[in-house]
């Protein structure tokens, strides 16, 4: 009991602003978003709350694998050195190994899904081959992942109960073709990533049986309802994570049929109160135009009001006092 309450602190404590962990959370299992190579941000907070607006109950971390640097977001730099510390960054996926197997053996049965947007999906990529064959993740969920399209993922996916999901885009081109083409993707090659082509499934004859665990999602129109346009940062918008992730968190198994059903519904959840308007979640963050006037029934002023007609404003100046 000490063990579980020592993790559980440890957990709802990691840094500010975790507003989706708790011990009756931690109880009903546990979700790790792994940020992209800019560390902390609006995007992969927007990650955590469509999973909860989506109805996820369990436990939901948000993991800064980035270094620790003051104002990253905005120093270049330090994005690309989180982009191709290729030893750091499997160090840090080791270290995640590591508390997700602390996190097992205080929560015996409890699911445990790594979701990775960009770089954070590496992360989880190689979070995932790190994890005992005895103590599988249940699944994996990538968005836009910065992997190169030929990177071998069998090992990630014998080590997942559930499998792998690849949100990719061929309209990530700014990012994910010529950005990892100049300065290289997570796992060092010259190429656009499997984000924007998706990854690339062995042949049929040497196709190890794990791949049939593999489901990758093209972007589609229909996304463009959630706010998700294709494009790289939209790829993590609230709107669409509770449309389209949430579901793949909440169910126990994933196969093509149930693929099929998360693309196919129908209408997107609803957004609640709290979403305020101007959100990065597919609403616009332009005021709406008013209505026209209504047309009049005069042929020289057809667009004039037809209302009662107001008087200019004229400001009537005091009469003087007599003398």
């Known amino acids: 009991?000490?063990?579980?309450?020592?993790?559980?602190?440890?957990?709802?404590?990691?840094?500010?602003?975790?507003?989706?962990?708790?011990?009756?959370?931690?109880?009903?299992?546990?979700?790790?978003?792994?940020?992209?190579?800019?560390?902390r941000s609006r995007l992969n907070e927007d990650i955590c709350r469509g999973l909860d607006e989506g109805g996820v109950d369990c436990a939901i971390e948000l993991y800064d694998w980035t270094p620790s640097i003051p104002l990253k977001q905005i120093l270049p730099p330090v994005a690309l050195y989180s982009q191709r510390a290729l030893s750091r960054n499997r160090a840090q996926a080791e270290k995640l190994?590591?508390?997700?197997?602390?996190?097992?053996?205080?929560?015996?049965?409890?699911?445990?899904?790594?979701?990775?947007?960009?770089?954070?999906?590496?992360?989880?990529?190689?979070?995932?081959?790190?994890?005992?064959?005895?103590?599988?993740?249940d699944g994996v969920i990538m968005l836009a992942p910065s992997l190169s399209p030929g990177y071998m993922l069998d090992q990630a996916l014998m080590n997942t109960r559930r499998g792998i999901i690849n949100f990719y885009s061929s309209r990530d081109l700014f990012f994910l073709a010529l950005g990892t083409t100049v300065a290289g993707t997570?796992?060092?090659?010259?190429?656009?990533?499997?984000?924007?082509?998706?990854?690339?499934?062995?042949a049929a004859g040497g196709k190890p049986s794990c791949y049939d665990k593999l489901h990758q999602i093209a972007w589609s129109s229909?996304?463009?309802e959630t706010g998700n346009y294709g494009m790289h940062l939209s790829s993590g918008g609230a709107k669409f994570v509770a449309a389209y992730v949430a579901p793949f968190v909440k169910a126990r198994a994933w196969n093509g049929?149930?693929?099929?059903?998360?693309?196919n519904q129908t209408s997107c959840p609803p957004p609640r109160a709290n979403w305020k308007a101007g959100d990065r979640d597919g609403r616009s963050?332009?005021?709406?135009?008013?209505?026209?006037?209504?047309?009049?029934?005069?042929?020289?002023?057809?667009?004039?009001?037809?209302?009662?007609?107001?008087?200019?404003?004229?400001?009537?100046?005091?009469?003087?006092?007599?003398?």
Not at 1 to 17: D, E, F, N, S, Y
């Open 1 to 39: 009991m000490g063990a579980v309450l020592v993790l559980a602190a440890g957990l709802t404590g990691c840094g500010k602003g975790q507003p989706y962990l708790d011990y009756e959370r931690l109880n009903r299992g546990l979700v790790i978003v792994l940020t992209g190579i800019e560390g």
């Open 97 to 137: 190994v590591g508390r997700i197997i602390s996190y097992q053996m205080a929560y015996p049965r409890c699911p445990v899904v790594l979701v990775g947007q960009s770089g954070g999906a590496a992360i989880a990529a190689w979070t995932a081959e790190g994890m005992p064959s005895n103590r599988p993740l």
């Open 186 to 202: 997570m796992d060092g090659e010259h190429t656009q990533s499997a984000g924007r082509a998706g990854f690339e499934v062995p």
């Open 222 to 224: 229909k996304m463009a």
């Open 257 to 263: 049929q149930f693929v099929a059903s998360v693309l």
């Open 285 to 323: 963050m332009r005021k709406p135009r008013p209505a026209p006037p209504e047309r009049s029934n005069d042929p020289d002023r057809p667009w004039a009001p037809t209302g009662p007609r107001r008087l200019p404003f004229v400001k009537i100046k005091p009469r003087p006092k007599s003398p």
